[in-house]
């Protein structure tokens, strides 16, 4: 069984850093792309930024040229540098990681969220 564990999140000034994390286990063959998306209150969750295997990336605009993914392929992780932050990043944030299992599964998971709140 394959499982995301994301953690890192908390309570930051406007200004601020943070760095999130995210962590695969389980009976995985390979990871296809991981990604971080988040969702505020009364909002659609929405992609923040996306890596692939081979190492390419694609940011939201909202977040471009603040925020840096990067994936550990060894360690199954991806991370997310913040910097930054404003009020408005303040969501839950989910690591998503596209993988294919030992018996050649291929589907998307979803780690259980971490809180990010940016206070002004």
């Known amino acids: 069984q394959v499982q995301l564990v994301d953690s890192g999140g908390g309570s930051v000034q406007a200004g601020g850093s943070l760095t999130l994390a995210c962590a695969a286990s389980?009976?995985?063959?390979?990871?296809?792309?991981m990604a971080w998306y988040r969702q505020a209150p009364g909002k659609q969750r929405e992609l923040v930024a996306g890596?692939?295997?081979?190492?390419?990336?694609n940011y939201a605009d909202s977040v471009n040229d603040r925020f840096t993914i990067s994936m550990d392929k060894v360690s199954k992780a991806v991370y997310l540098r913040m910097n930054g932050l404003e009020p408005e990043d303040t969501a839950v944030y989910y690591c998503?990681?596209?993988?294919?299992?030992?018996?050649?599964?291929?589907?998307?998971?979803w780690g259980q969220g971490t809180q990010v709140t940016v206070s002004s």
């Open positions: 998503n990681a596209d993988i294919t299992d030992s018996n050649t599964f291929r589907r998307a998971y």
């Open positions: 389980g009976r995985i063959l390979g990871i296809n792309r």
């Open positions: 890596i692939s295997s081979r190492g390419t990336t």
